[in-house]
């Protein structure tokens, strides 16, 4: 008879590899104490851009990202008004209660992330469809049409 070792609980991991690495990109990108803090922001900053994201940009974003981010990003309806990248901070720290400071720093953490996942092209698309203000959250510079 075969029986199946448990991995102790302290051992386990509760998300894939993959995941697990952008946990800690993210921890580190944004100097957090913890993984849990990481996952935190991980979770607020791309629960808000599924809410923005729409198309193409979110099928493809979503096959970029681990398996528990794009569960995350896509479980959310995209609003009928997207938010620009200012209103989107906003908007995170009034649904979280936290400072806007704190929350433009967990976007910025995220993002980067996000971007290493996606690529320069995809993240460009994604600028492209979104209204201003997301290039910088981005870790982008602000392109503006001159007039």
């Known amino acids: 008879m075969i029986s199946h070792a448990r991995v102790p609980l302290e051992h386990q991991q509760p998300y894939g590899t993959a995941y697990e690495q952008m946990l800690e990109k993210v921890r580190y990108e ?4 913890t ?3 990481a996952d935190q922001a991980v ?10 994201l729409t198309g193409d940009e979110r099928v493809d974003l979503a096959a970029c990202l681990p398996l528990e981010a794009a569960r995350v990003l896509t479980s959310q309806i995209p609003d009928t008004q997207p938010l620009t990248g200012w209103a989107f901070v906003k908007d995170l720290a009034a649904r979280t209660g936290t400072s806007l400071a704190t929350t433009r720093w967990d976007t910025g953490s995220v993002f980067s992330a996000v971007a290493a996942h996606a690529g320069p092209d995809l993240i460009t698309r994604i600028l492209d469809q ?3 203000g997301y290039a910088l959250l981005f ?6 049409s001159a007039a």
């Not at 944004?30 to 104490?33: L, R």
């Not at 979770?43 to 923005?52: K, M, S, W």
């Not at 870790?139 to 503006?144: I, K, S, Y």
Request: hydrophobic content about 35%; glycine content about 16%.
């Open 30 to 33: 944004g100097a957090y104490p």
């Open 130 to 132: 979104l209204p201003t």
């Open 139 to 144: 870790g982008r510079a602000e392109l503006t």
């Open 35 to 37: 993984h849990e803090r």
């Open 43 to 52: 979770r607020l900053v791309l629960a808000g851009l599924g809410r923005q």
